[in-house]
């Protein structure tokens, strides 16, 4: 079976920083990207790792280890914004991405 | 706008009609998916099209389901004999498929809700 775990809720202060994990088990596996959604909108693309590593993108890093089938989402320069549901996503076919249920950050002044 | 769109945005139905929902990718998108949403959970798999070929299922895809891509283009979802349980937000995404690079560009929804 597929099983993903990462935090339902994280609360951070604006201008701190957060780190969303997320641990899987997956069949196959490609990858692990992260979306981000914003209550009533579309989940949105932030990052993709093939490899491990950290790959860096403004205020967001993401983080893979394959071996240890786990990675994290950093989130930098918290702003009242970036309050929305965090998935990871891994890649368990070439073109299939499997969802958790997410973590919901909440941002406070 | 050159984003992914859906339509209708929003559909109420009554148990056992039929609904077709459509979808327009990216135009230089050579994949399509389509995922179902339903509160508080993430987007669930539903299929998977590259061009026209439908080569992706989910197995919790019931045969009451059946989506189409004629033409490569845009893609429709056809639920048969609606159910409560099918209420949910039904997203589509498209992708280029590069190597290397899964970004998914999803749209707004269509929002189902079966009386």
């Known amino acids: 079976g597929q099983s993903l775990e990462q935090p339902s809720e994280v609360t951070a202060v604006e201008g701190a920083i957060v780190q969303i994990n997320c641990t899987y088990q997956?069949?196959?596996?490609?990858?692990l990207s992260w979306y981000q959604q914003h209550d009533g909108g579309a989940p949105t693309f932030l990052s993709y790792?093939?490899?491990?590593g950290l790959e860096e993108t403004g205020r967001f890093s993401s983080f893979l280890s394959r071996s240890d089938s786990y990675g994290y989402l950093l989130l930098q320069e918290l702003q009242m914004k970036d309050s929305a549901s965090y998935f990871c996503?891994?890649?368990?076919?070439?073109?299939?991405?499997?969802f958790g249920t997410g973590t919901r950050l909440t941002v406070i002044p | 706008d050159t984003g992914v769109s859906q339509d209708p945005r929003h559909k109420i139905t009554k148990r056992g009609q039929n609904v077709t929902f459509r979808c327009d990718p990216i135009?230089?998108?050579?994949?399509l998916y389509w995922y179902r949403q339903t509160l508080g959970q993430g987007p669930e798999f539903l299929t998977y099209f590259q061009n026209e070929a439908q080569l992706e299922k989910s197995r919790l895809l019931s045969d009451r389901f059946s989506a189409e891509r004629p033409k490569g283009s845009f893609s429709t979802l056809e639920i048969q004999r609606t159910e409560q349980g099918d209420s949910a937000m039904y997203l589509c995404?498209?992708?280029?498929?590069?190597?290397?690079?899964?970004?998914?560009?999803f749209g707004p929804g269509t929002r189902l809700t079966v009386l």
């Open positions: 135009s230089e998108h050579n994949r």
């Open positions: 790792n093939a490899l491990d």
């Open positions: 995404a498209s992708s280029q498929g590069l190597a290397g690079n899964n970004e998914q560009f």
């Open positions: 997956t069949s196959g596996f490609y990858g």
């Open positions: 996503a891994p890649q368990t076919g070439a073109n299939n991405l499997f």
